[in-house]
Nanobody, 121 residues
Framework: QVQLVESGGGLVQAGGSLRLSCAAS????????MGWFRQAPGKEREFVSL???????YYADSVKGRFTISRDNVKNTVYVQMNSLKPDDTAVYYC???????????????WGQGTQVTVSS
């Protein structure tokens, strides 16, 4: 069982930056692929980024070059540094854990409660 708690969301102007954190419980954190997803009002949940246990990363085209995902297996925490934020990045951001290498939310077993990110124009 893994419990995930996100933090770091907030209101930021376009062009600004935020860093989201996701703290995980459990001894096997390092074995999981960790993903970030987001969901805007009226839209489906969409993939943002993932990081495998090996440290390899993968990004959605919409955030590539602006977002950076990382993990600290000692602190059981995954981060996403979000730069050059745009109003279209406004959403609730969720972290999730999976035993698979996948960009699809249905393949993730554990989810956090989400943190709101609002980017004003």
């Amino acid at each position: 069982q893994v419990q995930l708690v996100e933090s770091g969301g907030g209101l930021v102007q376009a062009g600004g930056s935020l860093r989201l954190s996701c703290a995980a419980s459990g001894r096997t954190f390092s074995r999981y692929t960790m993903g970030w997803f987001r969901q805007a009002p009226g839209k489906e949940r969409e993939f943002v980024s993932l990081i495998r246990s090996s440290g390899s990363t993968y990004y959605a085209d919409s955030v590539k070059g602006r977002f950076t995902i990382s993990r600290d297996n000692v602190k059981n925490t995954v981060y996403v540094q979000m730069n050059s934020l745009k109003p279209d990045d406004t959403a609730v951001y969720y972290c999730a854990a999976s035993t698979e290498y996948s960009r699809y939310p249905q393949n993730y077993d554990y989810w956090g409660q989400g943190t709101q990110v609002t980017v004003s124009s």
